[in-house]
């Protein structure tokens, strides 16, 4: 296996696991906010491993700079897109959840 194979899985995988890492965080968290949180940042790291892996992958100029687009695009739009959310859900009434359980 060549260098930059065991280079292209080791991102790869890792990408894999904070993609998990944020699937449990979604699951964990108690309330709407919180979940985003996890969300939005293992979304734009996970995508960044796993597109990094893919560019290590292929020789072809075209594709590595198309891969980096797409990664660039990611990066400005997955956290542009949870702040829009997070912003319509308070501007819908939708409170956080206070230290005792309850929501505000």
Known sequence: MAPLDIASAVLL???CLFALTGAVGIVRMPDFYTRLHPAGKSDSFAQALIIAGLM??????????????ISALLF??????????TKAAHLDGLRPIEDDGESR
Do not use: E, F, N, R
């Open 76 to 85: 400005v739009t997955s956290p542009t897109a949870t702040h829009a959310i």
């Open 56 to 69: 290590l992958q292929t020789s072809d100029p075209l594709i590595i700079a198309k891969l980096a687009l």
């Open 13 to 15: 995988a890792l990408g």
